[in-house]
């Protein structure tokens, strides 16, 4: 039943980014004339995408604390990384259009790279350190221009329940643009993939949105800080049954 699942979430993922060229297609003609519709548009297609998806794995998402993300002003989203499904995760239950930086693999994927560019994802190449800055940089500014923007602090999936080293990197994104930060809890993501060989499995996921952390008053020693407080908001949310 797995090989089945799995070979029809393939089948979907493909087949449906070919589906839906028109709708590419005419968001890339509402982003080149500034369309104010634009991003509800773009994240509207790319929620019914994901949510298919979601359906098809057989995902169960239990959410808390939506009204923790803060309604007048742009946020950099910090949760943790447990597997390929966090992304779909991130794209459907945060209530609101928001890029993510990615790694740079993904702007190889035809369709996809199109779609993640429209939605202002940012690709960051961790082989090239003058290329990654300039990631970085990027994703600063859409930040200071009023996007939100969902980075993984760990940089990397944990293909399990525990989790790697905050890296400061992402945080310090949040505090130049002066930002709120917005941990976010993944409990249960590998579970669909990463613990079945990459094979598809049914899986009950907790996505746990925490309270924002204000970034533009903090000092010095809270902007180094904050990499391990947020760890440690996320891990005690995680604990809690």
């Given at each position: 039943m797995a090989l089945v699942r799995t070979i029809v979430w393939f089948c979907y993922f493909f087949g449906a980014l070919i589906a839906f060229l028109p709708a590419m297609f005419r968001a890339k003609k509402m982003r080149l004339a500034n369309d104010p519709n634009a991003s509800k548009y773009i994240q509207?297609?790319?929620?019914?995408?994901?949510?298919?998806?979601?359906?098809?794995?057989?995902?169960?998402?239990?959410?808390?604390?939506?009204?923790?993300?803060?309604?007048?002003?742009?946020?950099?989203?910090?949760?943790?990384?447990?597997?390929?499904?966090?992304?779909?995760?991130?794209?459907?239950?945060?209530?609101?259009?928001?890029?993510?930086?990615?790694?740079?693999?993904?702007?190889?994927?035809?369709?996809?790279?199109?779609?993640m560019t429209l939605l202002n994802c940012v690709f960051l190449d961790r082989s090239n350190p003058r290329k990654a800055m300039e990631a970085m940089r990027d994703a600063e500014s859409l930040l200071e221009h009023g996007e939100s923007m969902v980075v993984f602090p760990e940089g990397t999936r944990s293909r399990g329940d525990h989790m790697n080293e905050f890296k400061s990197g992402a945080f310090k994104m949040a505090c130049k643009a002066k930002v709120p930060v917005v941990p976010v809890a993944i409990d249960g993501s590998y579970r669909v993939m990463e613990a079945n060989g990459g094979l598809m499995k049914p899986?009950?996921?907790?996505?746990?949105?925490?309270?924002?952390?204000?970034?533009?008053?903090?000092?010095?020693?809270?902007?180094?800080?904050?990499?391990?407080?947020?760890?440690?908001?996320?891990?005690?949310?995680?604990?809690?049954?």
């Amino acid at each position: 039943m797995a090989l089945v699942r799995t070979i029809v979430w393939f089948c979907y993922f493909f087949g449906a980014l070919i589906a839906f060229l028109p709708a590419m297609f005419r968001a890339k003609k509402m982003r080149l004339a500034n369309d104010p519709n634009a991003s509800k548009y773009i994240q509207k297609c790319v929620e019914m995408w994901a949510g298919t998806l979601m359906k098809i794995a057989g995902v169960t998402v239990t959410v808390e604390g939506r009204e923790n993300i803060p309604k007048d002003t742009a946020v950099m989203f910090t949760p943790n990384h447990q597997g390929n499904y966090d992304i779909p995760l991130m794209l459907l239950y945060l209530d609101r259009p928001h890029g993510l930086v990615a790694k740079a693999e993904t702007k190889k994927i035809p369709f996809v790279n199109t779609w993640m560019t429209l939605l202002n994802c940012v690709f960051l190449d961790r082989s090239n350190p003058r290329k990654a800055m300039e990631a970085m940089r990027d994703a600063e500014s859409l930040l200071e221009h009023g996007e939100s923007m969902v980075v993984f602090p760990e940089g990397t999936r944990s293909r399990g329940d525990h989790m790697n080293e905050f890296k400061s990197g992402a945080f310090k994104m949040a505090c130049k643009a002066k930002v709120p930060v917005v941990p976010v809890a993944i409990d249960g993501s590998y579970r669909v993939m990463e613990a079945n060989g990459g094979l598809m499995k049914p899986a009950d996921i907790r996505l746990i949105i925490l309270p924002p952390i204000e970034t533009a008053s903090l000092d010095r020693a809270g902007q180094r800080a904050l990499p391990e407080l947020v760890a440690q908001q996320i891990a005690k949310a995680k604990a809690k049954a």
